[in-house]
């Protein structure tokens, strides 16, 4: 196994993140001679053992908790870990913070400094890991605690909306349980049908092939974050070119509140519909194309390609224009102060993805295989395909 994630190297981060939080308690009991110094003192304190400290103290931990199998997938347990206590965190900040003297900086550390470390340092594991396995070719283990992770990150990213009103968290679960219906039973339709029609509609130009076997989606990390990009990415893109549409509206017309969090919130309520009503095309479809093993043969042009959608759709989708899209929105509605421009996008941002991540969780588990092979015998039954 590569040297890297080592437990040596852990607990030499763990002892550092030790020796930091020690001194920011440590300040805490020096004398001061002013007011000045007091807050001076007390704000390092709070930097060194709320902040750096504890989080190069988790830090260590995912790196020891990733080294212990590296090959079994042991650094996902920290990056579960820390949306978890993250979630938990938040619901329970009102707690949290009323405990005397060390509540604000107890959720300060429990919120902002261990879930990032956590986080950060398994996904750092799991890259180095990765690296390696390719690079000695070595296998892949499927693990079995890996899914019911999958399943608890989704159930912890709905914990913060416990405590806001019950309707926003029936709301979207709702969408999400929606999406999910309307994935499992338009997905295959849809997908034959727009196979079918061009095929029929070259006039013998285009030609339909089998040309791998076909492929079964896993519960993976990797294959269900990768997946769950694209119905994420399309509720943004859809959303968002409706606000530009809106702006442009006279103010008598235009609806759309100035609160930059009711903003937000419309902002996430249209990104979800956008989901549940749009994302099979962009999502479910296109999986389907990939795992079919189909390609069309072009006579004329002589080339063989994978189905594709519409390129309008695939605009909506691009990496470019999900980064680039959020960001300058949680800006301008912020007016320009970027502290608050992050919550604001952390909150669209995990709002659609816990709406999205449900739904791409229970299609992948539940109804994938079988809208495989339903797109696979609508194909068949057309009787436009040839093997190869």
């Known amino acids: 196994m590569p040297r890297e994630p080592s437990t040596r190297t852990g607990l030499i981060i763990l002892a550092i993140g030790v020796v930091i939080t020690s001194i920011g308690v440590y300040l805490t009991y020096l004398p001061s001679e002013s007011l000045q110094q007091t807050v001076l003192l007390l704000q390092s304190s709070q930097v060194f053992s709320s902040d750096i400290g504890v989080g190069i103290i988790a830090w260590g931990v995912g790196w020891i908790t990733s080294s212990l199998n590296p090959l079994r997938k042991y650094f996902l347990i920290p990056v579960t870990a820390g949306i978890i206590i993250a979630a938990v965190t938040f619901v329970f900040r009102s707690v949290i913070i009323n405990i005397e003297y060390y509540g604000p900086y107890i959720y300060y550390a429990f919120l902002f400094s261990i879930p990032p470390a956590l986080i950060s340092s398994g996904i750092i594991s799991g890259i180095i890991i990765a690296r390696h396995i390719k690079r000695n070719k070595l296998p892949r283990f499927n693990v079995h605690f890996e899914e019911y ?29 929606a999406c999910w219906i309307i ?42 974050f990768s997946k769950v990009y694209y ?43 956008a989901v549940t009503m749009g994302s099979a095309y962009v999502g479910p479809v296109v999986w389907l194309f990939s795992d079919s093993g189909i390609r069309i043969k072009d006579n004329v042009r002589i080339v063989i390609e994978e ?8 605009q909506m989708i691009e990496i470019y224009s999900f980064i680039q899209a959020p960001i300058s929105f949680a800006i301008a509605a912020s007016g320009g102060d970027y502290a608050y ?48």
Not at 246 to 273: G, H, Y
Not at 360 to 388: E, R
């Open 307 to 314: 189905p594709k959608i519409h390129s309008l759709a695939n």
């Open 183 to 224: 994935w499992h039973f338009i997905s295959p339709r849809l997908a034959g049908y727009l196979v079918i029609r061009r095929i029929r509609n070259s006039k013998g130009r285009l030609q339909l092939m089998f040309v791998e076997e076909e492929k079964y989606e896993e519960m993976t990390f990797t294959n269900i």
């Open 231 to 273: 119905p994420l990415a399309f509720g943004l893109g859809v959303s968002l070119t409706i606000l530009s549409i809106i702006e442009l509206l006279p103010p008598e017309v235009n609806r759309m509140p100035p609160d930059p969090i009711q903003k937000t919130a419309q902002i996430a309520i249209i990104s979800i519909l």
């Open 149 to 177: 992770m999958l399943y608890a990150i989704s159930a912890s990213l709905f914990l913060p909306f416990v405590s806001e009103q019950p309707f926003a968290l029936l709301r979207l679960l709702g969408s999400a349980i």
């Open 341 to 388: 421009a992050f919550g604001l996008l952390a909150l669209l941002m995990i709002t659609i993805l816990t709406a999205s991540l449900l739904t791409t969780v229970l299609y992948i588990k539940v109804s994938s295989l079988k809208n495989l092979k339903k797109f696979i015998s609508m194909l068949k039954k057309s009787n436009l395909y040839q093997n190869v």
